[in-house]
Structure formats: structure tokens, C-alpha cells
């Protein structure tokens, strides 16, 4: 081979070689974020698919017309790590008759706490047993109907079923503020 001919091929070689590392780091540099934000995407789907759980709580027997508070446990996910056993929620459950009532323990007006005690029912103006905000002074009855205007809506009931003795309750959240129901 001729020396003119050896140069035009390492030219050649050096060009294709310069061209496919620009080409593979264009790629990791376009290509990383594309397949970051698509798990994102996937991940959210995936997640609200997640959404309206049933959850084993207590003995059907085991529940009186007193509302009783329980805690929600499942693995807590993110978009890149699973932390087992954390609390998702917490529901109030208790018996109406026959029937099971089961409310998210969030006030729909701006997501506090609910607490059921003794207090003044503002439509009676009589000591009951109600739930209400400690935040913004919403009350509600036993079955989670507005007791005053405060709040947008009633308390967000939860389905329940009762499958060998033990009470189910599908859990998902609710947006807040708003007068329609609407998961959040």
C-alpha cells in the first residue's frame, strides 16, 4: 500500500471512530432522560392502578356503632424504591345496624385529621358523639353527612365487604376542597 492510500484509510478510521463516540454520547445524553421520565410516566400509571385496594381490617364481629380509627399498611412506593409497611391512611370504621361505615379519617375541606368525640352538634345544638375537624371546625354525623357548611361535601365513604368474618375496605384518596368526590 501507498503511503497516500495508509493515510486516507486512518483518516477514514478516525473519522468513523469520532462520529460513533459523538453518536454514543448523544445518545446517553438524549436517551437517559427520555428513558427517566418514561418509567416516571409508566410509574404513575401503574401507581394509580394501585388505587382502591382492599384491605383485611377486623372481625365483622368485632366492630360496634362506636367509630373505631384503624391504620392502612402497604409497601410505599416511589419511583425508584419500595419501603415495606408504611402507612398509607387511616379510616374510621363501626357498625350502623346491620350495614358496616367506613370514611377516610381526612377532612374533605383542606385534608386534616377528622377526630370522632363528644362534642356540640350544630344542628341540635345537643352533646353527641360526631366526627369533626379540629382545624377548621367541620362536624359531620356518625355516617360522615355535614353537619354544617364548613366542609365542601359529606366525609368520603369507603367501600366495605365482609369476606370470611373479616371487614374489607377499599382504600384510595379523595381530592380536597372541592364538592365533588374525586380521587387525588
Given amino acids: ?13 478516525r473519522s468513523f471512530l469520532k462520529t ?26 401503574m401507581q394509580e392502578g394501585r388505587a ?21 399498611v402497604d409497601d410505599k412506593q416511589d419511583a425508584w424504591t419500595t419501603l415495606p409497611n408504611q402507612k398509607i391512611g387511616s379510616l374510621y370504621l363501626r357498625k350502623s345496624g346491620e350495614q358496616i361505615v367506613a370514611v377516610h379519617s381526612l377532612c374533605p375541606h383542606a385534608g386534616c385529621m ?12 345537643s352533646e353527641e358523639e360526631i366526627f369533626y375537624c379540629p382545624c377548621h371546625s367541620a362536624h359531620f354525623d356518625l355516617n360522615g353527612k ?30 380536597f376542597g372541592i364538592a365533588e368526590k374525586r380521587n387525588g
Fill in 1 to 13: 500500500m501507498s503511503d497516500n492510500t495508509t493515510n486516507t484509510t486512518c483518516a477514514c478510521r
Fill in 20 to 45: 460513533a463516540v459523538a453518536t454514543g454520547i448523544g445518545v446517553a445524553a438524549v436517551g437517559t432522560p427520555i428513558c427517566a421520565g418514561t418509567r416516571v410516566v409508566l410509574f404513575s400509571a
Fill in 52 to 72: 382502591g385496594k382492599f384491605y383485611p381490617l377486623a372481625a365483622a364481629d368485632s366492630l360496634t356503632d362506636k367509630p373505631q380509627k384503624f391504620s392502612i
Fill in 114 to 125: 377528622i377526630q370522632a368525640g363528644v362534642k356540640k352538634n350544630p344542628q341540635t345544638g
Fill in 146 to 175: 355535614r353537619l354544617d357548611t364548613v366542609s365542601p361535601r359529606d366525609l368520603d365513604a369507603l367501600e366495605t365487604k365482609v369476606e370470611n368474618g373479616k371487614v374489607l375496605v377499599k382504600f384510595e384518596n379523595f381530592a
